[in-house]
């Protein structure tokens, strides 16, 4: 599926191909709640980075957090690129050199319409702050941290994969 994005002031746009398009993988992480959230979340999609074709990529900045590493118990740079528009602020996609063929555009960063899951995933809930309520559905899946699928495994088992790629 072709997703179209734009930051809100519109001087950024971008295009990619995305076989997982379904917004369904809910984050309550510090990261993804102070740097892109809505209702206390961010959403992501996965697509494919080698068909990204971005429109005003001087006005991207790229954002790498800082991340506790639970051996040392201090701060280091991860190196997941969080790109936002430097004019207006919104997040566009997050891009991992760890995964180098996948981006992940932020759900409210699409203009295209998407499809509507049929279940959802809600992830890092111990760092939900507590005046974030949950919707859940009796058919969601909750995680205290990281999930037991990928948002390619999500969309294959639900058959929900768009497009030539599996995977």
């Not at 080698?50 to 280091?76: C, F, H, N, W």
Request: hydrophobic fraction near 35%.
């Amino acid at each position: 599926m072709l997703l179209k994005g734009s930051c809100h002031c519109e001087t950024v746009k971008f295009r990619v191909d995305s076989s997982h398009p379904y917004p369904f993988n809910f984050c309550y992480c510090s990261i993804c709640r102070k740097t892109a959230g809505a209702g206390g979340l961010a959403i992501n999609l996965g697509a494919d980075y080698s068909t990204m074709e971005v429109e005003g990529g001087e006005a991207v900045q790229v954002y790498q957090a800082k991340i506790r590493d639970p051996q040392k118990d201090e701060l280091q740079l991860s190196p997941a690129q969080r790109n936002f528009c430097k004019l207006c602020g919104s997040a566009l996609w997050v891009w991992d050199p760890r995964w180098p063929q996948l981006v992940h555009p932020f759900a409210s960063a699409i203009d295209t319409e998407l499809p509507s899951p049929p279940e959802r995933t809600h992830i890092m809930l111990a760092y939900k702050p507590s005046w974030v309520s949950i919707p859940v559905d009796p058919r969601d899946k909750t995680f205290e941290e990281y999930p037991d699928e990928s948002i390619a495994d999500w969309h294959e088992r639900l058959g929900l994969v768009t497009g030539d790629q599996k995977g």
